[in-house]
Nanobody
Framework: QVRLEESGGGVVHAGGSLRLSCTASGFVFSGYAMSWYRQRPGQKRELVAGLRRADGEIEYGDAVKGRFTIDRDDAQNTVYLEMKALKPDDTAVYYC??????????WGQGTQVAVAE
């Protein structure tokens, strides 16, 4: 059974930091591109950061460049999102996403991040 379990969300003041984690099971983690998406209130789900392979290609959404960092630990089947200099506009539900480079796509249930003024 495939599972993507996010953790690390919460409430933080503007300028603060959070680290999200997503631990995977039920598939060969190292063979998948791992990403974080978010859905802000009233908006479409958007890419925050994607790490295509363990040793390369990373993509960040324009709104988070320079503030967020994605990383993965294939030994722990975990992908991380380090978020710094958080802004109220970063308030969203953050989702973990796995893609097999083929037809298989998996989503986590999401973790809420709220940034207060």
């Amino acid at each position: 059974q495939v599972r993507l379990e996010e953790s690390g969300g919460g409430v933080v003041h503007a300028g603060g930091s959070l680290r999200l984690s997503c631990t995977a099971s039920g598939f060969v983690f190292s063979g998948y591109a791992m990403s974080w998406y978010r859905q802000r209130p009233g908006q479409k789900r958007e890419l925050v950061a994607g790490l295509r392979r363990a040793d390369g290609e990373i993509e960040y959404g324009d709104a988070v460049k320079g503030r967020f960092t994605i990383d993965r630990d294939d030994a722990q089947n975990t992908v991380y999102l380090e978020m710094k200099a958080l802004k109220p506009d970063d308030t969203a539900v953050y989702y973990c996403h796995a893609w097999s480079y083929g037809p298989d796509i998996y989503w986590g249930q999401g973790t809420q991040v709220a940034v207060a003024e």
